[in-house]
């Protein structure tokens, strides 16, 4: 298969803390997580052929970034802002292909570090949100 179109994808928020799930209304456009590892160098005078040599360090759940057509009365993006006012995590999940046999879910926890909004006078209104990720996010097999 060449590719997996990506329409349909979801993001989703704790709305109560106890794992009661409610879509984002309006997601154009969804990117992450952005998973990294930190690389130690530990080059020594002896290390062979002058190579710099390295050992794994410790991993980063990266983030999440969204991109809305923003709607200012739409409940769910002023939850966002609730979200960026709170000082605790929260629970958040993407759901790759809802609905099919194929859906895959990334669960985790995070808490917004970004909220950007744009009112270009020729076209619609746009909210951008960056969530950074706490821990290790998972992706499990839903459908």
Same mark, same amino acid.
């Not at 998973?35 to 190579?51: F, G, L, Q, W």
């Not at 969204?66 to 979200?83: G, M, Q, R």
């Given at each position: 298969?060449a590719g997996?179109?990506?329409f349909?994808t ?5 709305s +109560? %803390?106890? %794992?009661?799930f409610v879509a984002?209304?309006? !997601?154009?456009d969804?990117?992450g997580?952005?998973r ?5 160098e530990v080059t020594?005078?002896d290390?062979?052929?002058?190579y /710099?040599e390295?050992?794994? &360090?410790?991993?980063d %759940?990266g983030e !999440?970034t969204? #991109?809305?057509n ?6 769910t993006?002023?939850a966002l802002?609730?979200?960026f006012? *709170?000082d +605790?995590l /929260?629970d958040y999940? !993407? !759901?790759?292909?809802p609905?099919?046999?194929?859906e895959h879910?990334?669960?985790f926890?995070?808490?917004i570090t ?6 270009p #006078?020729?076209?619609?209104? *746009?909210r *951008? ?5 706490? &821990?290790?996010p998972?992706?499990?097999?839903t459908?």
């Amino acid at each position: 298969m060449a590719g997996i179109d990506a329409f349909g994808t979801q993001f989703l928020r704790d709305s +109560t %803390g106890s %794992g009661s799930f409610v879509a984002i209304a309006n !997601v154009s456009d969804i990117s992450g997580p952005e998973r990294s590892r930190e690389a130690i160098e530990v080059t020594a005078h002896d290390s062979p052929d002058k190579y /710099r040599e390295f050992i794994k &360090g410790l991993k980063d %759940g990266g983030e !999440v970034t969204l #991109t809305l057509n923003y709607d200012p009365a739409s409940a769910t993006h002023s939850a966002l802002d609730a979200d960026f006012e *709170e000082d +605790t995590l /929260r629970d958040y999940q !993407v !759901v790759l292909l809802p609905g099919d046999s194929d859906e895959h879910t990334w669960d985790f926890a995070g808490l917004i570090t970004g909220l950007s909004d744009a009112f270009p #006078t020729d076209d619609k209104m *746009e909210r *951008e949100a960056t969530f950074k990720i706490s &821990g290790k996010p998972t992706l499990t097999p839903t459908g």
